[in-house]
DNA sequence: GATGAATGAGTATTCATTCAT
DNA sequence: TATGAATGAATACTCATTCAT
């Protein structure tokens, strides 16, 4: 017999329930999924442990939420870069933006990225979340690159190589800090590759 | 008093030993290490439940087993191939075979690969371990080429990245499958970019 | 200091502690005591959840108007048999009637009566109102059957035993629905029991 | 992934699941089901609450091998009095013997009868096990009383009625004690009741 | 009077780990 | 060494009851 879910409609409760997913957004970032209790997102929100199912489901569904503000917040900043872009397109600065803007996004989300990510392989729709993620970031910078004339054969892949590219040198400058690696020159290197994968 | 983990010197025990992580290996890729308990663990292994606690210290110390035999299975065909080049070096040819055998670790490891890595965030050791993964790599690759004559500036970045764009193509093909990539031609794009990051 | 419980006087007032009582009814009856909450039967009612406390001192209350309901419900068609009762006394048609009326009784009220009987055995208030239908049962019909010059002795035993078949009767009729059973044969088999136990 | 629930085997274990059932006899009679939770069963058993899962899937389960010892406990005594029973039949002592001994079965097993029957109308299969222990007694009794040369029409129905019949005085007794009556006057009515039903 | 959001104690169940045999 | 029964702390979720509005 679900008992009914809430959907806030005022202020206060909308609140309440931002708060909870906040709180789960950085316990589940901090200690993942598993190592995360409903009563320590409860009172890191500071609400009561009943409450929580009165906005969601199961810890779960939480999840799910959590996953969709951090899908907001990679997502969003990168197509805003290309929302004012204008011909003729000189690759080399925008290269270096969207760098830019994605090692800052990793640096704030890479950890709630790991937490989520690592349920993907068990969880349907959170992996079918991150593909989809990854297939709206590709057609929209497509998009984007084609009304401005460029349409090259290929510019999925292309697209989408870069995408990863970036992706993974991001993670690279969060994390790993090998050091025997000047991160400044190895931007260099990808900016190199990308440029030469873009033209021509 | 701690009880002392056995470090099994009869063949019967090793046997026993690596079942037990053998057991965790498939148990962890397929459900995840959080959604494994050690009764599963032992039965898949054949073993009781007791006895696992003979050779591990805990649950957690299967997984840093399961990660010694992962990290073993990734890293050593790869360097396989580096291990009778010969001047001069002709790099496309290389890399081809290089991805091609990384997507075929992946193909068969990325299961585990992704149970291992969630708990890096919050697990030094495994966090450490996998760093140590990509140093060795790179160290060794980058030994191999100076030794047969290849010793570019940034070496060690170009290196690095080049690994990475590859681990990153080849975790695309094994999982996402975006039906609006073809995956040769992306194949095509990374030899592309990797050639003009090596040449000159 | 208790809150009061508001003994309404408003007609409005009245018809919702009496739809409480109502959605308590048929819910117990469904479900059972144990798996109906007080949420449901406040939205089964149309009304808050809150409003429940200001007719109820608590949810074992509203299973004792509920049970109130009940015996009313059970105790006035018996009786009404015996109010237009006239010497000479004819006991089959009488059985009859009783009988078939307590059938039909069963029928509509056997789901609650086991949800209430149920809780005899551990609420004293319940068991004691049950006691109390059987005792002012059996009074009011050896009461009735005197009046018209039927007094034997035993009187009290007879009656109560009497009361005590038909409704055995009437609840394998109701319920149990045992193939090998032909249930008119057992109807005739009760009432020549019972004009037996009368007669003489 | 149902984990096994443990057959036991040896007299150790087979005593500690009989403890476990013993403790939710005990406990489920004198508290009711629903007021009843795991821990104290695990308590009054003298085991600790996670072995409780080891011999039964859930609480339910108890109920259910509670219910089979309760059932054991009602039918064999009724059954042995018919074992022996030998032409030509005398009615009324044999009426005397089966009412004493239910009275006494009841005396002892009254209240988990309540806690018990009181789910047979939200659980089905408590519900079938209650049909199917008066199927059996009364096609036992049938059996028996045919064999040694007893079998009036509606000897079904007579039998089934006269063991209601018992067993409604004999909850009588149990529990009611209402002060006007004099159970040794019932329990004559009673035989009076039951040697008309079966002469003739 | 009325609402329904909020509380937090309570419960069934799981599972890493221990231990008697 | 090996077994697998046993432990008990931990956890997701429920629900009778309260209370701010």
Redesign the pocket.
């Known amino acids: 017999m679900a ?1 009914l879910i ?1 959907t ?1 409609q005022q202020k ?2 909308i609140d ?1 329930k931002n708060r909870i997913i906040e709180a789960g957004y950085e316990l589940f970032a901090r200690d993942g999924y598993f190592n ?4 320590q997102i409860a009172k890191h929100a500071g ?9 969601f489901r ?3 569904d939480i999840l799910l939420e959590v996953l969709s503000i951090y899908i907001d917040r990679v997502f969003t900043p990168v197509m805003d870069i290309f929302e004012n872009l204008q011909a003729p397109l000189d690759f080399e600065p925008l290269l270096g933006t969207i760098i830019d803007e994605t090692v800052s996004i990793h640096k704030n989300n890479d950890a709630i990225h790991e937490a989520l990510h690592s349920l993907s392989s068990t969880d349907e729709a959170v992996s079918n979340k991150f593909l989809e993620l990854e297939k709206d970031m590709t057609m929209n910078i497509v998009d984007t690159l084609k009304s401005i004339g460029y349409a090259p054969v290929d510019i999925y892949e292309r697209v989408h190589l870069a995408m990863e590219t970036i992706q993974s040198y991001a993670h690279e400058c969060v994390y790993d800090l090998h050091d025997y690696i000047d991160y400044d020159k190895m931007r260099a290197g990808v900016i190199k590759m990308l440029l030469h994968l873009f033209n021509d």
Chains 1, 2, 3, 4 share one sequence.
């Open positions: 008992d809430r806030p206060r409760s309440k995360t209790n409903t009563a609400v009561s442990t009943g409450i929580v199912y009165g906005y199961d810890k779960r």
